[in-house]
């Protein structure tokens, strides 16, 4: 049910920017996603679908931006983009990276009437 509690946040997002500029209908959500966030953007669609009836939300469109996986090696400084979860550091093969982006689930903009 993790998809319902994220996609209920997003909805509260959503809906509080809408009533602060008086929109009257919400016709399109803009999220960025990472690829390693652990939100389906099939289960958000679906329970959107649930949770968004009879708000002013309901029938939004809902776009998703993928936001690659980079990491920044600690050792070298390097950022790279992660692919198929090979952490290890192209230039000097530290294996210590940390995920700098990639991880992200957010309401980035909302179009609204
Ligand atoms: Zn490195």
Redesign the pocket.
């Known amino acids: 049910m993790h998809e319902l509690s994220v996609t209920e946040s997003m909805l509260g997002v959503v809906l509080r920017h809408a009533e602060a500029n008086k929109a009257t209908e919400v016709t399109a959500i803009n999220m960025v996603l990472g690829d390693m966030s652990t939100v389906m953007e099939d289960s958000v669609r679906f329970y959107f679908e649930i949770i968004g009836k009879g708000t002013i939300a309901e029938g939004a469109k809902l776009n998703f931006k993928r936001v690659k996986l980079i990491a920044r ?1 600690p ?2 400084g ?1 950022e790279f983009e992660v692919v198929e979860y090979n952490f290890r ?1 192209p ?2 093969e ?1 294996v210590e990276s940390e995920i700098i982006s990639g991880r992200e689930f957010q309401v980035e903009s909302i179009e609204i009437n």
């Open positions: 090696c050792v070298c390097k550091c230039d000097c530290g």
